[in-house]
């Protein structure tokens, strides 16, 4: 990953070791409050995982997170292989308004369908249209799950005052 809008990259190490792999047997459950110690790494990794300059980082510190009270007041789903959680999708709204405000996959699970399955998921629970405001570098994944671009949300950041996270929509499956 090159430098520019989003900031010069480097790949960080994974969160965890993957088990295997592919899947053997995951399982996608409602999260428990609990679990916001484990989701918070999990975001804050896979968000590293990009190459973020450690400035960005920092100043997104306190929004990179999934506390106990948010996963008790909103849909928070975690996809878990063997007790070991890989990812966290949250959505908040009702059904007819809902907004995808977290899909975060451990670096050691990307690429293996985790995320596609947790998009599916919420997809199904809401029959209405889901919000996503995404990270650049995830469009490409919300495209090919389904999504279609409908707009730029300003995200202006040192160094790229003009930076812009791409505004999706993901229908209800069918």
């Known amino acids: 990953m090159g430098s520019g809008a989003n900031g010069p990259g480097r790949r960080r190490p994974p969160v965890v070791a993957p088990t295997s792999a592919k899947l053997r047997r995951m399982e996608i459950r409602r999260a428990v409050p609990s679990d916001s110690e484990r989701l918070t790494i999990i975001i804050r990794a896979a968000k590293a995982h990009w190459g973020y300059p450690a400035e960005w980082l920092a100043a997104w510190h306190d929004s990179l997170k999934i506390t106990a009270e948010e996963i008790e007041k909103h849909a928070t789903f975690v996809a878990e292989e063997e007790g070991t959680i ?89």
């Not at 629970?125 to 919300?142: I, Q, S, W």
Request: avoid cysteine; charged fraction near 20%; proline fraction near 9%.
């Open 86 to 174: 890989m990812a966290v999708a949250q959505v908040q709204g009702d059904g007819h308004h809902a907004v995808l405000e977290h899909l975060w996959v451990d670096p050691a699970f990307h690429g293996r369908g985790v995320g596609r399955a947790l998009v599916q998921h919420a997809r199904g629970l809401f029959p209405g249209t889901l919000m996503v405001v995404a990270d650049p570098n995830a469009e490409r994944f919300y495209i090919k799950v389904g999504g279609r671009r409908v707009g730029d949300v300003a995200a202006p950041m040192p160094g790229a005052p003009k930076r812009a996270l791409p505004l999706l929509e993901i229908d209800a499956m069918p």
